[in-house]
């Protein structure tokens, strides 16, 4: 019989009151070290990590720095801070990651070696529950922002600290919702995730209500559904920085703008359609600029042939990847709109900063941006080609297409975090 977890799951817990510590699990950030640009949900779990060294609650973080477990108290978390935010370069490769990675001199190798010299404790396998036990106190409050970790073995050692709280953030449930845009392994191991944070989990974090109702839906059909709080993401006001931009780079035309991880679910297929539709009937200096802003993803081996051989990329169609945060704010502030064409999203960190600079946007008809951004954007379905190359002539008309005249009420870290941390 499916179960809702009710007040009964939190016996111990002190509702409005913080906790004794907080247990940040931050492996994913671990993961991301040398990875390139952050994106969406690494911003997420670092706005998390920045949020909490700023509070008076005692601070551990766990990271799976393969082939162990560490534990960092507040010092280590600060000086992992510095890092994965570049301010302090990583560390020497130690004499682990020289065996196990042969020298171990690429970026990751030297991030888990640097941790695992910060870390407060080491253990592996059995032993990580012991080592949370020695060093934690009864009700430790442990989240887990970035779907990494979530691991029976890793949630049961959690548990064993007497009293401890589990919360898990839940960003969507696309891989299993939409597994044809998923890559290799990716449908099976977040179905295993989702069954762990059913059965462990006293809180689950949403960033939307959509992202509720869908997860929910996966949850009742497992052993039990947990309480579940509604959050939505914010953003950092972006900072343009044209400085930053790569020399050269063609800014005689108006542009458009797509940010995100080419791969299947962000649909770049329909704006190459788009952008040769236009070469096929316009001259060349009379298309706009599209800049392509994001690194090569998985599953879309015939993209990557049209971006590689299509006699227009690199004039009007430019793919960008590994750009500063500052230069793709500057890109985007002089965009005539972003365009966001994507099958399926979580959230859509790109639109809420498109809006911070008042920049139009343009995407698909998805429920999850009706519910975060109201009438800011200008809805396409993505099955009406004719209907986005005629929004894409009317962004390239001032008259037809001014600035927004909606504004949108940005969500602010401090209201996501108000509520957050009343229950965590």
Not at 67 to 89: C, E, K, M, Q
Not at 110 to 137: E, I, K, N, Q
Request: hydrophobic share 45%; proline share 9%.
């Amino acid at each position: 019989m499916t179960l809702r977890a009710n007040d009964a799951a939190r016996e111990g817990a002190n509702e409005g009151s913080p906790p004794p510590a907080r247990l940040l699990d931050l492996t994913r950030l671990l993961s991301r070290a040398g990875q390139g640009p952050l994106t969406g949900i690494d911003r997420v779990e670092l706005a998390y990590l920045r949020r909490l060294l700023q509070e008076d609650v005692p601070l551990f973080a766990l990271m799976r720095a393969s082939p162990v477990d560490v534990l960092l108290d507040r010092h280590g978390i600060a000086a992992f801070a510095d890092r994965i935010s570049g301010d302090t370069p990583w560390g020497r490769p130690d004499l682990l990651a020289r065996i196990l990675a042969r020298g171990g001199r690429d970026t990751r190798s030297r991030a888990r070696s640097t941790v695992r010299r910060l870390a407060l404790a080491r253990a592996a396998g059995p032993l990580l529950g012991p080592m949370l036990r020695r060093h934690l106190p009864s009700g430790t409050a442990y989240l887990n922002i970035g779907h990494s970790n979530l691991k029976p073995r890793v949630l049961q050692a959690v548990r064993s600290v007497p009293r401890a709280r589990i919360t898990v953030f839940l960003h969507d449930t696309i891989p299993v919702d939409f597994p044809q845009f998923a890559g290799a392994g990716q449908v099976e191991r977040f179905a295993d995730s989702l069954a762990t944070v059913s059965a462990h989990a006293d809180l689950v974090i949403y960033n939307s209500e959509q992202s509720r109702r869908d997860a929910e839906r996966h949850f009742s059909g497992m052993e039990r559904v947990p309480e579940g709080l509604v959050a939505h993401l914010a953003v950092e006001p972006p900072r343009p920085e044209p400085a930053q931009l790569p020399p050269g780079l063609p800014l005689d035309r108006p542009w458009f703008v797509t940010i995100g991880t080419i791969e299947p679910r962000k649909n770049h297929a329909l704006l190459l359609d788009l952008w040769q539709q236009m070469h096929e009937a316009l001259p060349p200096s009379s298309i706009p600029r599209l800049f392509i802003i994001g690194r090569r993803g998985w599953k879309n081996e015939a993209l990557f042939r049209r971006l590689d051989e299509a006699p227009f990329m690199g004039d009007t169609v430019i793919e960008l990847a590994g750009l500063d945060d500052g230069a793709v704010a500057a890109l985007l502030q002089g965009a005539r709109a972003l365009l966001f064409p994507s099958h399926a999203e979580g959230f859509g960190l790109p639109l809420l900063e498109a809006a911070a600079l008042g920049v139009p946007v343009i995407c698909n008809d998805l429920p999850i941006y009706r519910e975060f951004a109201g009438s800011y954007p200008i809805y396409a379905p993505v099955h009406d080609r004719y209907q986005w190359a005629r929004k894409l002539a009317e962004a390239l008309d001032d008259e037809a297409m001014p600035r927004p005249a909606a504004i949108l009420d940005l969500p602010s870290w401090n209201k996501h975090f108000q509520s957050v941390l009343k229950l965590t």
